[in-house]
């Protein structure tokens, strides 16, 4: 799926990306905990998007030592487009399949979701 989306941003970059839109905004510290990366790689990506323009840097206000991030219009419009072409390419590849498989991989979701939301079945 990730060479589906195209080669705009690199997997820990989009990742990235993705957390700040869903969580943002955040300090550097806490989007290496929520990506399970170390602070100064996240700093890294975060210069890089900072570049691209896809997120912006102020300050934090609750400690004005450190900043947040949040993302750009820019930066949500490509994640948009990108998951354009990931559903895309995976609805093709669904519409191909016989109905049981379907049915298994509807089943296998509904698992899946149960687990995150904590529910046990």
């Known amino acids: 799926m990730r060479q589906e989306a195209g080669d705009e941003l ?3 970059m989009t990742a990235a990306l993705a957390t700040i839109e869903n969580h943002g905004p955040l300090t550097p510290s806490a989007l290496a905990e929520l990506e399970r990366i170390k602070r100064p790689t ?3 990506v975060l210069r890089r998007l900072e570049e691209e323009g896809l997120i912006e840097r ?3 206000p609750d400690d004005g030592r450190s900043a947040v991030v949040c993302i ?3 930066g949500a419009a ?3 487009k990108l998951r ?4 895309a390419y995976l609805a093709r590849r669904l519409r191909d399949l016989p109905p049981e498989d379907l049915a298994a991989l509807e089943r296998a979701a509904e698992v899946l979701e149960g687990l995150l939301d904590g529910e046990q079945r």
């Open 42 to 44: 996240a700093t890294r």
């Open 58 to 60: 102020s300050a934090d």
């Open 72 to 74: 750009t219009r820019d």
């Open 10 to 12: 690199s997997p820990s």
């Open 84 to 87: 354009s072409r990931k559903n």
């Open 78 to 80: 490509l994640l948009k």
